[in-house]
Nanobody, 123 residues
Framework: QGQLVESGGGLVQAGGSLRLSCAAS????????MGWFRQSPGKEHEFVAA????????HYADSVKGRFTIYRDNAKNTVYLQMNSLKPEDTAVYYC????????????????WGQGTQVTVSS
């Protein structure tokens, strides 16, 4: 069974950028939709962005539209989240997730999860 491994988190000042990566250890996730979620202390998981296998369906949370971009490189089994114009309220642990079929904004629709990567935005 494949695994998802996130990377690219860190500490950045407000207005800065980070790019998160989520690499699948195998081609197990071929054909899978991928999503990014985040969780801040004391809060529920929050949907961030999702993308279909063939990029024909992409969704963003209203809070990140125009600032974040999700894209994938299927040849590398990797999905990315480019985060620009970061705000302190973007501080959270970011998780990638995979599911069969079309992309979804619903957390429980996803079957596989990475371990998360911390993003901290200082003001």
């Amino acid at each position: 069974q494949g695994q998802l491994v996130e990377s690219g988190g860190g500490l950045v000042q407000a207005g800065g950028s980070l790019r998160l990566s989520c690499a699948a250890s195998t081609s197990t996730f071929s054909g899978y939709a991928m999503g990014w979620f985040r969780q801040s202390p004391g809060k529920e998981h929050e949907f961030v962005a999702a993308i279909n296998w063939n990029d024909d369906s992409i969704h963003y949370a209203d809070s990140v539209k125009g600032r974040f971009t999700i894209y994938r490189d299927n040849a590398k089994n990797t999905v990315y989240l480019q985060m620009n114009s970061l705000k302190p309220e973007d501080t959270a642990v970011y998780y990638c997730a995979a599911r069969r079929g079309s992309s979804s904004i619903v957390r429980v629709a996803y079957d596989y999860w990475g371990q998360g990567t911390q993003v901290t935005v200082s003001s």
